[in-house]
Structures are given as C-alpha cells and as structure tokens.
C-alpha cells in the first residue's frame, strides 16, 4: 500500500480530504443521565471521590492541599511562599491572592500577557479549573473567567489550581457533561508536565509546568 505524502499537492490534498470527511458534523452531546443533579443544582463530590483524585494527584507528583473556602488566601500565599511574581486570568477572584505580598500581574491589564512574560523565572499562574476528573487525577481548564487563555496555564514553570469539590467527578462523561461547551479548546493537565525517554528516565517540565499544586477547597 503506498501512503500518500503530505507535504504537498493533490497528495496532500487527498489526505485532507478525507480528514474532513470522517470529521463528524454533528454536534457533540453528552447522555443526559450524566447531568443528573440534586434539586439544588449539580451533584457534589462525596468523600471517595475526593480520596481517589487526591490519591492520582500524589500519584502523579502533583502536591495538593486541602482548606475550607474562607482558607484560600492565606493557604494560596503559603503555597507561593518566595515567589516574586504571580500571574492570573484577567477575572480570577480577588480574594484569593489577598494575603499573598507578591506582585500580581492580570491577563490583560492593561495588556495580554506575552510568552516572554509567563517565561520570566521564578513566575508562577494561579488558575480555576472547569471540572476535575478522580479516576484519572485529570484538571480539564476550557477558558473560563478564572482560568483564561491556555497560555497561561502551559508556559510558566509553576500552576497552581484551585478546585472546589463540587468541581469533581468520577470519569470522563461526567466532567464532559459539567462543561459549558465540550467542543471548545480545553486543557487537560494530569500532574506536571513529564517525559520519558526509551530508558524510561523520566524528565518534567519539557512541554509545560514542571510543578503543580491543586488546593482543594473542601466545603
């Protein structure tokens, strides 16, 4: 069988072709048993689920931390300890880097922060997440107001999230359901970014942060 070559001409335009011909037209939907929810809203993480994620983030040598809802601040800032500049998404909530004495630097304030901006050693991005997944220890990020563009999550050597348990599920289904619009770009991060290579040496920090930190706030 020859495999037509894609650099160029009617090969090239063959294999396209037949891309956007297996691409599916219709839009994507979740089964609805999956958006099922308490009357007051949707379904809250119970304890399991909450072990499991946490036991995948470790797993993945991501550091977590957990605090109740009026800890953020002050458990964010011990997070940063030393770090002189953090970046956020343009409307990440407020209070969250209140204790910490850094400089903070939004996503577009005055302007969008650059690759060369997020690339400064020692900087490190405070984002919100969509949903977390616990069977897979999975963060999905899909540009929402406390999480922004995927920059920001991608180029600095340090993201540190923020996860609420009403933010968690078990699989995937589930956390595509919880999504505003599965079909938008999304980010999943799975630990810190690592490699490895025929020896299986592993090395982080190739493609993305080479630390994480998930603060899991509890109630």
């Given at each position: ?25 219709a839009p994507v939907t979740v089964p609805r048993d999956y ?128 996860v609420r348990v009403d933010q968690v599920v078990d699989g ?5 359901a919880r999504l505003a619009d599965p079909t938008r770009p ?34």
């Amino acid at each position: 069988m020859t495999v037509p070559e894609v650099t160029g001409g009617p090969a090239r335009d063959e294999v396209l072709a037949r891309i956007r011909a297996a691409r599916p037209t219709a839009p994507v939907t979740v089964p609805r048993d999956y958006r099922a929810g308490t009357p007051d809203g949707p379904p809250t993480a119970d304890r399991d689920l909450l072990d499991l994620l946490v036991d995948r983030l470790v797993d993945y040598r991501a550091t977590v931390r957990l605090c109740g809802r009026h800890e953020v601040a002050e458990t964010l800032a011990d997070l940063l300890g030393p770090v002189p500049t953090v970046a956020v998404p343009g409307r990440v909530p407020g209070n969250w880097l209140s204790a910490y004495p850094g400089r903070v630097r939004r996503d577009g304030d005055p302007e969008p922060l650059t690759v060369a901006d997020l690339d400064t050693p020692g900087l490190a991005v405070v984002t919100g997440c969509a949903v977390a997944i616990a069977r897979t220890g999975t963060l999905i990020l899909d540009g929402g107001p406390d999480q922004g563009r995927r920059l920001l999550s991608l180029v600095p050597d340090h993201h540190l999230c923020v996860v609420r348990v009403d933010q968690v599920v078990d699989g995937l289904p589930a956390a595509l359901a919880r999504l505003a619009d599965p079909t938008r770009p999304l980010t999943m991060v799975s630990g810190p970014s690592a490699t490895s290579d025929i020896e299986l040496d592993r090395v982080e920090g190739v493609h993305g942060p080479r630390r994480l930190d998930v603060l899991l706030v509890t109630d």
